[in-house]
């Protein structure tokens, strides 16, 4: 059978035959036939693809050819687990269905979804010293019944997921990990899933993992076989993805869970709790014991001394917490987790046991590695990057914010140019939304690195003229006003009442989303209408199935909700944006790269702003037709869109002959 993708992707094809109400798309077809040059020639593409090309199919068509003519490893990374399970339990198996040659398909998660039998029968055993109360108990319980059912010993697999720490026993672990030696080796859920990756043609994972693995690379280690192709799918995400998995994060629930994880005082368990009795000395127990406590009075001492230094702007500006220097507070935590990690170096020489001498191994290699994570934060020793302290919640028993300590490459575009697009592999990168204007995908070129690659833009096969109308409140104030929260309150209800409901309300704050949602649900729901709003009412999965439900429903959400939300049919004809999407303009990343810019004498208004605004307004636009059924409008309560010069920009991103109101 021929996999060309005129042939198999046309209206003779096997899958016109296969599912119902095919139609061959244009659009798909170029995109595919753009992809399979770029397979072959090892090059470097960008592909926009609008609703309803069909982009899974455009990619993967090509990349199973290569497969099965070339015998080449190809990976695909999504941004979203849900569009990763889409390819995986769908697509291919669809593809699979019509393709008589056969290829082996792997979805690959991180090392720490799978279980361990060793840890875990370890865990069993010390249940009553490593758990802090019965419920924790109770979820080591669950997980041992299901180890014996499971077949693949892989988190997702859990009818319950387990509390929160307790996975972390029983986690496969790679400072852990007795390799061949372990006794429980053969059937290893991990090493079960590399063979399976090595083994496999296609690689299906997300853009942490592969990030992950890139970072492993930069050091001379790899989690993820070697490879002949990459495709980025939801590839708009990639700088933020990047920048993340190239700095550092540390917080201080992990500071803390760790060292409770070794002795928690209040409850006396622990991993050191009760390991006398492997035969090592009680006093020199003790002696790690008492140094685990030390470190976390050291850490409590230092996360308060952190927290006061950022309220009072020493050291940190107070609104953002971006750090301005090095070395701006003490660093008290470090020498303390040293003495500690040592001590238990030195305990695991001393121990017999081989499970005792890995699990103290390995709690020493996570404690100094934790230190030295402290370290480059304090000097702030990553070229590069930026540093921030964020404020959370609280942690249970303090009153103050918990703490978080952030680094983030500020230009990923030279680190991808190194360890990425220098790599004798093709690269695909396709989104709905990678082209700020037209065909001009310059930003997005500029911010990773990836100049002379291809680039291809594609239109919706979806006609947006008949199927959609914008309105444009033209009447709102400005969104800097004292008055535009309140008098958002009036214009949603009266669009969401002229829809009957069937709506989205996106917001670009919590505050913001959250006066306003206070104000509008109880009208809402007096009116018959289902109403939720993220943070409030579930998971987001769970709040849109619920509004999925009913046709009359009413949903406010945030950045989740703009992008990534696929609701077809009446369920969804009313997305109402509330404010042109523009970055936060204090964060700390975003200010770091507005100043990189300036200084090599840029715009950073002009050459990222505004771009990165315009393709997540793009994204929100684009939750309202999935489908040539769908119809609906998006209501704008911006002016700005029609006010200011740059508003051009986004009326030039909608999409072609859609009917304009302005009101």
């Known amino acids: 059978m021929s996999l060309h993708p005129a042939f198999f992707l ?39 693809a609008g609703t309803g090309v069909g982009k899974s199919f455009g990619y993967l ?62 865990a069993s055993e010390k249940k009553s010293k490593i758990c802090h109360n019965e419920e924790e108990e109770h979820s080591l319980e669950l997980i041992e019944d299901w180890a014996y059912a499971t077949t693949d010993g892989s988190l997702a697999t859990l009818p319950q997921l387990p509390r929160r720490g307790v996975w972390e026993h029983v986690e496969s672990d790679a400072g852990n990990c007795m390799g061949r030696r372990c006794p429980t080796y053969d059937k290893c859920f991990y090493q079960s899933a590399r063979r399976r990756m090595e083994n496999a043609d296609l690689l299906i994972c997300n853009h942490a993992l592969f990030f992950s693995d890139l970072a492993l690379r930069v050091r001379g280690a790899a989690f993820l076989p070697s490879y002949d192709h990459v495709i980025f799918d939801e590839a708009h995400h990639l700088e ?109 020489e001393r121990a017999t046991d081989e499970s005792v001498q890995f699990d103290l191994g390995s709690a020493s290699e996570r404690v100094v590695a934790l230190g030295a994570e402290i370290d480059l934060f304090i000097g702030q020793g990553v070229p590069g990057c930026v540093y921030w302290v964020e404020r959370g919640k609280p942690l249970h028993g303090s009153r103050r914010p918990s703490i978080t300590l952030s680094g983030a490459t500020i230009d990923v575009g030279p680190v991808l140019q190194e360890h990425l697009f220098s790599m004798d592999v093709s690269i695909t990168m396709t989104s709905a939304t990678l082209a700020a204007s037209g065909d001009d995908f310059s930003h997005v070129v500029g911010r990773l690195g990836c100049d002379g690659a291809k680039t291809l833009a594609l239109g919706s096969p979806f006609d947006y003229a008949s199927q959609m109308r914008v309105i444009i409140d033209r009447g709102m104030p400005p969104p800097e006003s004292p008055e535009a929260v309140r008098e958002l309150v009036p214009r949603i209800l009266r669009q969401i009442d002229e829809t009957g409901g069937g709506a989205f309300v996106l917001f670009t704050s919590f505050r913001t989303l959250r006066e306003v949602a206070e104000r509008c649900a109880p009208v809402l729901r007096a009116a018959g209408h289902p109403v939720f709003i993220q943070g409030e009412d579930g998971e987001r999965g769970q709040i849109l199935k619920r509004f999925r439900e009913h046709e009359h429903s009413v949903l406010f959400g945030t950045a989740s909700f703009w992008e990534g939300v696929d609701v077809r049919g009446r369920a969804l004809r009313n997305v109402i944006i509330t404010k042109l999407p523009f970055d936060v303009p204090d964060h700390p990343l975003i200010q770091a790269r507005h100043e990189r810019i300036e200084s090599l004498g840029g715009n950073s208004f002009r050459d990222d702003q505004l771009p990165r605004a315009v393709l997540r307004f793009k994204q929100g636009v684009g939750r309202l037709i999935r489908s040539a059924s769908d119809a609906g409008r998006v209501v704008v309560l911006d002016p700005r869109i029609v006010t200011k010069s740059y508003g051009k920009r986004f009326l030039d991103a909608l999409p072609e002959g859609v009917a304009l109101d302005r009101v």
Do not use: W
């Open 240 to 348: 933020d993805v990047a920048s993340g998995h190239f700095g550092l994060r540390i917080s201080e629930y992990r500071v803390r869970h760790l060292l409770r994880t070794l002795y928690n005082p209040s409850t006396s368990r622990g991993t050191l709790s009760g390991i006398e009795a492997s035969g090592l000395p009680a006093d020199e127990v003790d002696g790690v014991i008492n140094l685990v406590i030390e470190a976390q009075g050291a850490a409590e001492d230092f996360f308060d001394e952190v927290h006061r230094a950022v309220a009072a702007g020493k050291g940190a500006s107070p609104s953002s917490g971006r750090v301005s220097a090095p070395d701006a507070f003490s660093n008290t935590l470090s020498p303390a987790l040293g003495d500690l990690s040592s001590a238990l170096k030195l305990l695991r």
């Open 61 to 122: 068509v090509p990349a199973i050819r290569r497969i099965l003519e070339r015998r080449e490893r190809v990976v695909v990374c999504t941004h979203t687990i849900s569009l990763q399970e889409q390819i995986f339990d769908k697509d291919v198996p669809l593809l699979k269905a019509v393709i008589p040659d056969e290829f082996t398909t792997v979805l690959c998660k991180g090392r720490a979804n799978y279980l361990s039998l060793r840890r875990m029968r370890i």
């Open 10 to 48: 046309g209206p003779e094809s096997p899958l016109a035959r296969r599912i119902a109400g095919f139609e061959s798309r244009p659009e798909q077809l170029r995109m595919a036939e753009a992809v399979e040059a770029n397979l072959e020639s090892k090059g470097r593409l960008l592909v926009e």
